[in-house]
């Protein structure tokens, strides 16, 4: 039983490294190849919807924001993956709390600001995002409750 236990834990963990570790490799190419993922993402997203491309210093600001916001997530993905790797793994309930709390203020402002802009592609991706470490998260959950406390007799 203990055994199955354990396995289940590791699967629900592994899942969410991987999920991370995709995340860090997202964050590393947004911020090296910005100015290639630019050009990329406005032909296909941008250029679509106005039917027209971006030139000179706005064009450059965009590939300094993608650079930014890339380098951001990486970071943040090694601070999660630091917490995965130690206290999360030895079931300390606080990283639990961490990551989640994370998860959290991200999703919210992130898609508020993508749905009030009228950026609902990015609202939906981050829904998507959300939801696949979601899922890991509520099947670790039970591990992090703590035991139920025994009343003293007096």
Do not use: K
């Amino acid at each position: 039983m203990e055994e199955s236990v354990e396995r289940r834990f590791s699967i629900w963990w592994g899942c969410l490294v991987g999920l991370t570790c995709a995340l860090t490799v997202g964050g590393i190419a947004f911020a090296v190849l910005a100015e290639p993922l630019r050009v990329l993402l406005e032909s296909l997203l941008y250029v679509p919807l106005t039917g027209e491309r971006l030139r000179g210093a706005a064009a450059g600001y965009v590939a300094l924001h993608q650079a930014v916001m890339g380098a951001v997530i990486a970071g943040w993905s090694a601070a999660l993956l630091s917490l995965l790797f130690g206290p999360f793994r030895r079931r300390e309930r606080w990283a639990w709390v961490a990551i989640a709390a994370s998860l959290a203020v991200w999703f919210v402002l992130d898609t508020t600001y993508s749905a009030l802009s009228h950026y609902t592609l990015n609202a939906l991706l981050n829904a998507v995002t959300l939801a696949l470490f979601a899922l890991p998260l509520a099947g670790t959950y039970s591990y992090f409750q703590a035991p139920a406390s025994r009343s003293q007799a007096c």
